[in-house]
């Protein structure tokens, strides 16, 4: 059984605020995904195995934990998951980068695939799937139901704000995955945004609109 983790920390909940302060702009913004990714892969990573290997420091020779095991896979939904790779890449510089690319339909607000490149061997892998808005769950079930088609068995899921009723929906479709949220927001409105949320993280990474 999965775990979901809400990150209790003053650092990541006072950059959530600033993110979501519609005068934070462009630059700042992107800034402060990495910065929360980063963070909150801290969290997300606490958990990966080290072995003692040998290390001759300036003084003497001693066995010291260092990681090992599955290597890792960090996988972005496309196209906002992206802003949130340098971040997870300063903690593991080594990790394999994989892209799901997933839509919303505006109108049904269904996602559709229409991209994915992965590592090889990725059913090998710690797969770290992230998005930074979990609204729906749409496209996080989606990229998670493909990645364990792949026969990923080890998989963690991790955004930035989730809505109740997508981290609902993700755990009722794959409970054995841990997911790491930044900030459980009320609710999703009309148009499927999460309330109070950031708007679309999307156009706010990429200057678009
Ligand atoms: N995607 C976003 O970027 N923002 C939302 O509020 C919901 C989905």
């Known amino acids: 059984m999965g ?3 809400i990150i209790n ?3 990541v909940k006072h950059k959530i605020t600033l993110m979501r302060d519609e005068k934070t702009g462009t630059r700042e913004f992107r800034i402060l995904v ?3 990714a980063m963070l909150m892969g801290y969290e997300a990573m606490r958990d990966l195995p080290t072995e003692d290997v040998e290390v001759k420091t300036p003084i003497t020779t001693r066995k010291l934990p260092m990681l090992c095991g599955k290597k890792l896979a960090i996988v972005p939904i496309l196209r906002a998951g992206l802003g949130m790779v340098s971040g997870l890449l300063a903690l593991v510089p080594s990790a394999k980068v994989g892209h799901i690319g997933l839509y919303r339909d505006e109108v049904t607000h269904e996602p559709h695939e229409y991209y994915c490149k992965l590592p090889d061997r990725i059913n090998e892998r710690l797969v770290i799937v992230c998005d930074p808005m979990l609204a729906t769950g749409g496209s ?3 990229a998670v139901d493909f990645l364990k ?3 990923c068995k080890n998989i963690k899921f991790m955004c930035i704000i989730a ?3 997508g981290l609902d929906a993700l755990r009722t479709a794959h409970p054995d995955i841990d997911i790491y949220v930044g900030n459980l927001d009320e609710k ?3 148009d499927a945004y ?3 949320g950031l708007g679309d993280a999307g156009d706010r990474i990429f200057g678009t609109k």
Do not use: M, R, Y
């Open 3 to 5: 775990n979901v983790n």
């Open 194 to 196: 999460i309330v109070p």
């Open 188 to 190: 999703l409105n009309e």
């Open 163 to 165: 809505a109740p009723e």
């Open 9 to 11: 920390h003053p650092l």
């Open 149 to 151: 088609d792949k026969g």
């Open 34 to 36: 990495e910065e929360v």
């Open 140 to 142: 996080a079930i989606q």
